[in-house]
């Protein structure tokens, strides 16, 4: 995910701008990347908070990437390029994981 906010997250007519560049918030999610992998650690070890960490810097993650291609499009006329699609489509993997690990600890739950 990290690698994605440093390539091309827009383009426009071979102008470019990677994740840190002109009005996206790449560091963002390069600041949250941190604490999603400390948290998934603690999700895999079946913590609750571990879950609720991942899922909400997964959400955070996503929103970002979804907020700036929106704006490049609105305000700069500007196509989505590759590393914005990494980076959605990781915020994506950690989302489905945290649903996965959630539902697990809750069925592990119930049946005990």
Request: glycine share 14%; proline share 2%; charged share 15%.
């Amino acid at each position: 995910m990290v690698v994605g906010v440093f390539c091309t997250w827009i383009a426009d007519d071979g102008a470019t701008l990677n994740g840190t560049e002109g009005p996206n918030n790449g560091w963002l999610c390069v600041l949250l990347a941190g604490p999603a992998y400390l948290w998934t650690r603690r999700m895999e070890r079946g913590a609750w908070t571990g879950v609720a960490g991942v899922l909400g810097c997964a959400v955070v993650i996503g929103w970002t990437a979804v907020e700036n291609w929106r704006d490049g499009r609105d305000v700069l006329g500007a196509t989505v390029s590759y590393g914005l699609l990494i980076v959605l489509a990781a915020s994506l993997l950690l989302l489905a994981a945290a649903v996965a690990r959630g539902v697990s600890l809750a069925r592990e739950a119930r049946s005990a």
